[in-house]
């Protein structure tokens, strides 16, 4: 079993425009998450950063414990913290979901459901959409 975290955050106005502050956790993530033997995905919706972290439970304790001092974002929620068997992005290092296609997958929806407080089930849908737009701009880019 391993953990997989979704939290949702909002970026801070004096960290960059939204785009420089994904690229940089992109590559923060990218870089170090393999030794780490973390996995996962990221995007940004409605203003909403959206990201699912996969990795043994006392690693990413650590890592959302740097995630909540990041000056780059602010409000960090939990919306979803569970033990799974199978990672969903076992093949990314820091999978990235492009706004728009997120949108498109409903990911604004289920960001917007899960900020009215709704249940288990957007986080639940919400990681589905992530990984299925991962997979997909993989194989689009192959």
């Keep these: 079993m391993i953990r ?14 939204p785009g420089e502050v994904l690229d940089g956790i992109l590559a923060v993530s ?25 990795g043994d439970p006392e690693v990413l304790d650590h890592v959302v414990a740097e995630i909540r001092d990041d000056h780059r974002h602010t409000g960090l929620d939990i919306v979803s913290d569970r033990m799974v068997e199978l990672r969903a992005f076992s093949r ?13 997958d409903g990911v604004a929806d289920l960001v917007r459901q899960l900020h009215d407080g709704a249940g288990p089930g957007p986080a639940t849908a919400l990681i589905r959409a992530m990984a299925h737009r991962a997979v997909e701009d993989a194989t689009a880019s192959h």
Excluded: K
């Design 92 to 104: 990314f290092a820091m999978a990235f979901a492009d706004p728009q296609e997120a949108a498109r």
């Design 4 to 17: 997989q975290i979704l939290y949702l955050s909002d970026p801070c106005p004096d960290a960059g425009t």
């Design 30 to 54: 990218r870089r170090n998450n393999p030794a780490l033997g973390i996995t996962g995905a990221l995007t940004m919706t409605s203003g909403t950063y959206v990201q699912v972290l996969e």
